[in-house]
């Protein structure tokens, strides 16, 4: 079973434009870590977010975590063609697991 | 720093056989754990290992196991296979395992015919 549920499915922009996509999960976390994939290759990680935090930025990433809404969202600021892929959310606990979500496929149009 | 890697990328095996997938962590890490990615199921937890012991394991049948040598580097297992095996097997390592950055392989693409 997953945990995490990112919305939307799909999404598709605009170079230049911003690219949001949101997580929601059920149970408590210790961390959610957003991940990038590209077709038929591995996940690249991107930022981990503790739960004591709220926000957190890397490059013209931004991950936003709200534990009472049990969600987090990234935005991808001034998108590129190269941001087309898969991003994914997983939260982890103290089960030395990740649980990931369905992703979101990001489509970046020139 | 190397990242992890994993070995074949690529394989087709027949239904009823034996696979050993292998993995070595980045250097320093202890912990490696393995993941099923397929498109019914997404992304699922196989198990987790650190310092040669499984510290958790995922909803998988037995035919699915793994081990962890002494220098990290881990291995996992599936018996008699099936088609529905066929997936893509990310292998990932961290320091610790919870509460740490973990990084995936490039995975290593099992095809069941």
């Known amino acids: 079973s997953q945990q995490g549920e990112e919305d939307p499915q799909a999404l598709s922009i605009q170079e230049g434009e911003n690219a949001t996509m949101n997580c929601s999960y059920k149970?408590?976390?210790?961390?959610l870590q957003w991940y990038r994939q590209n077709s038929g290759r591995g996940l690249v990680h991107l930022i981990l977010i503790r739960s004591n935090e709220r926000e957190k930025h890397s490059g013209r990433l931004r991950v936003t975590l709200d534990t009472s809404k049990k969600s987090s969202s990234l935005l991808i600021t001034a998108s590129r063609a190269a941001d087309t892929a898969s991003y994914f959310c997983a939260t982890g606990n103290n089960d030395y697991k990740l649980s990931f979500g369905a992703g979101t496929t990001v489509t970046v149009r020139a | 720093k190397a990242g992890v890697t994993q070995t074949p990328r690529y394989l087709i095996k027949t239904r009823g056989q034996q696979v050993t997938l292998s993995c070595s962590p980045i250097?320093?890490?202890?912990?490696v754990s393995w993941y099923q990615q397929t498109p019914g199921q997404g992304l699922q937890f196989l198990f987790e290992?650190?310092?040669?012991?499984?510290?958790n394991k995922g909803n998988f049948p037995g035919r699915f196991s793994g081990r962890q040598f002494s220098n990290s580097r881990s291995e996992m297992n599936v018996s008699t296979l099936e088609l529905g095996d066929s997936a893509l097997y990310l292998c990932a390592s961290s320091p610790q395992g919870s509460g740490n950055t973990i990084y995936f392989g490039e995975g290593s693409w099992l095809t069941v015919v």
């Open positions: 149970t408590s976390i210790n961390n």
């Open positions: 290992y650190f310092s040669e012991t499984q510290r």
């Open positions: 250097s320093g890490h202890r912990s």
